[in-house]
Structures are given as C-alpha cells and as structure tokens.
DNA sequence: AACACGGGGTC
DNA sequence: GACCCAGTGTT
C-alpha cells in the first residue's frame, strides 16, 4: 500500500493489519468457546505465554469442559497447576466453574458484566473473554497494551497509580475498533509482546514509528513509567524429611500465605537464619521431635518470590521416629502419592533432586 | 493507595 | 539485581 495512506490509517486499522501479516498463531486463538478461552486467559495472567503453553494443553485435555473443572477435586486443579505461580489463580477457577455451574446452568458466560462476576476475573480478563468469544467491544489493558499506549501517545503517567488505570483504559476504549474488537485487542497485545518489547524494541520495524512520541522524544527506554514495589523481606523455613516404612510424612499449607493449599514437609519457620543446633533446641522442634537430632541435608535453597526470599533448609530425620505431637496438617502417606499430590516449587524441585527414595 | 501473591526470562 | 510477564483480590 501507499505509505502516504499508511500514515493516515487509524491506530486501529494499522494494527490489526499487522496483526493480519504478523501475528502469533496460538492454540487458544482457534476456537470461540469462552471456557477455554478463561482457561488461556487466567493461565496468562502475570506469565509468559511460552511458560503458559504446557499448562493451557494439559487443562483442555484433562478437563474439556466446565463442567469438568467444577467437578474435579481441588487438589486435581493445583496439582495441574504445580509450578505456574499465583495459586490462587487455580482455586479462584474452581470457586468460578463451581459458579458457572450453578448460577449460569453450566453454560459458560460471555458477556462482560456477566465473566467480571467471576472470582479471579478482572477488567481485563472480562474485555478478553467477552471481546474474543463474542466479540463485544471491549478494551483489553494489560502489560504490552500499557507500554505501547505509553510509548506512541507519550503517556508519563505511573500505570499502576489509579489516575494511571483510568487514562489508560480511557484511552484504549476510544482506541478500540468497533467493528472487530476481538481481532484489535489481540492485535495490541501481540504488537506488544512481539515489536513493542519492554527492552530493546524493534523500532525500525514499527508501524508506529514516525508518529511515536515516546521516539521522538528519546523516552523509549522510560516509558511506560511505574510506581516501584517495595522490597522482599527474608523467610528462614526448616523442613524435616520423617519417614516411616514406606510412607513420609507431609503437610499442606493454611490460607492466608503464600503456597495456600499446597503441600510440603513438617516446617518450622524462623525470622532470622538458624542451624541445626539452634533448631534442635527450638521449642517448637522440642515439641514435635523431643531430642531427636535433625541431619541438615545439602546446603540451603534459595527462591525468590515477588515479594519474599525464602531460604529453605531439608533436614533428614531418624528413620521411624515416633513424633511426639502432631499438627493437624500433618499426615503420613506412602511415597508414590508424591506423584499426585500438589506441591510448591521448592518441594518438587528438592523431589526432584533424588533426595527421596521412592 | 499499597500490598500480597510465584516462577521464570532478560539484560 | 532490577524489571517484566495476556492481573486480581484484599486491606
């Protein structure tokens, strides 16, 4: 085409003409059923789509339908989820295929006001869901969206301060195409993830180039602009490896922290780093295993979270030991339930090490 | 408005 | 180490 009627297009039509030549093929861009595509979209949320990918595969095939999900046991859901981060994303899914099943008869909602009902649905996910599945005219504002309206507009505006949130979700609803909404919002956000990357963006490519204020200012490399998080605060967790023949002992995380639901070894938690002599005089250690003497194993393991860094120590403990007290979250299964059941991180990942026998 | 909530990728 | 990712819920 005429480059001089390229640069008169609107911001919607040069999008999703790049979108049409240039954009990614996705599993879940095939169909139109919104349950599966809330399952792409929550799986998405704050994750790449590369680590997404799996998940997305192994939920359509494990549970195709809604009806599916809702009937399936919570531990199926998060043991499904092991390893994508923010569980709560899988629980909220199951409180909301629960809800779709009762106050949606099993059919699958698709307008906005009806989706953003559901628990573990936002602004976003509902403009997804509903703008993709039956192409409401709804703005999707995400991560790519906020850096590419940031960048052509020159928008300095913080896009997680509340004045942020609004401009730019102003901004993107007077963007949006009425005709094809669907195609538009996926036009944005793969322009986003594919030419308007956060660091080093194809610019020379940009169908947006010589009209970009953020390049012609020279404020690419500080746009989109944002309030910064505070600092992580350290977690010091000491789990015992207790067998008993054929079986280990486990325990599965309260609400109300991070890993809720999940499972993991006996743990006592300190503020402040600790050894093993330390833990072996800790009162709550006292309690549990009375004189027993914890085999620190390896050295620790560190993982960072958004918000945390928590530095794990495994201790193996006497073989058969008889504990003294038990909490109620504790329990002893046989070891190859280990396949099964739901855990975090750093306990598949120290599973996996070929520290337990199975 | 500020913060919690994971895990992984990039520079 | 800092920032980001197809954000949402709670306080």
């Known amino acids: 085409m005429e480059f001089s009627t390229f640069v008169r297009m609107s911001f919607s039509a040069k999008l999703i ?70 569980y709560s994303r899988a629980r909220n899914m199951h409180k909301a295929a629960k809800m779709v099943m009762s106050a949606f008869e099993g059919s699958f909602p698709t307008r ?126 000491h789990y015992f490896i207790l067998r008993k023949g054929n079986e280990i002992m486990l325990s599965k995380r309260a609400e109300g922290d991070i890993w809720a639901n999940l499972h993991e070894f006996p743990l006592i938690e300190t503020d402040e780093p600790a050894d093993a002599e330390q833990i072996r005089l800790h009162p709550s250690f006292v309690a549990h295993f009375g004189d027993a003497h914890p085999q620190p194993i390896s050295t620790p393991i560190k993982q960072v979270l958004s918000h945390q860094n928590i530095f794990a120590q495994f201790y193996q403990m006497p073989e058969n030991l008889e504990v003294r007290s038990k909490k109620s979250s504790w329990f002893y299964t046989f070891s190859e339930n280990l396949d099964t059941l739901a855990m975090h991180k750093l306990i598949f990942s120290f599973l996996s090490r070929d520290h337990i026998a199975k």
């Not at 998405?44 to 990918?53: A, D, H, I, K």
């Not at 409401?136 to 504002?141: F, G, K, L, M």
């Not at 594919?194 to 009209?211: A, G, R, V, Y």
């Open 17 to 86: 003409g790049w979108y049409l030549d240039h954009g990614r093929e996705l599993p879940w861009r095939q169909t139109q059923d919104p349950y599966v595509i809330w399952l792409s979209e929550i799986i998405l949320q704050q994750t790449r789509v590369e680590q997404g990918m799996p998940y997305f595969q192994s939920f359509v095939t494990t549970l195709p339908t809604i009806e599916d999900f809702a009937k399936a046991e919570e531990d199926v859901i998060l043991r499904l989820w092991q390893g994508l981060g923010y």
């Open 112 to 237: 906005y006001e009806d989706v953003i009902q559901l628990p573990g649905v936002g602004p976003y996910t509902a403009s997804a869901i509903s703008s993709f599945s039956s192409n409401e005219a709804r703005a999707v504002v995400d991560g790519n969206v906020y850096r590419v309206l940031a960048r052509v507009f020159g928008i300095d505006t913080d896009t997680n301060s509340s004045a942020g949130k609004k401009i730019f979700q102003q901004l993107a609803d007077e963007l949006i195409d009425q005709k094809e909404p669907g195609l538009y919002n996926q036009a944005i956000m793969d322009f986003g993830a594919l030419i308007c990357k956060p660091k080093q963006p194809l610019c020379p490519t940009c169908i947006f180039e010589d009209t970009c204020v953020a390049k012609a200012t020279n404020q690419i490399d500080t746009l989109p602009k944002k309030i910064k998080s505070r600092k992580s605060r350290n977690r010091y967790f």
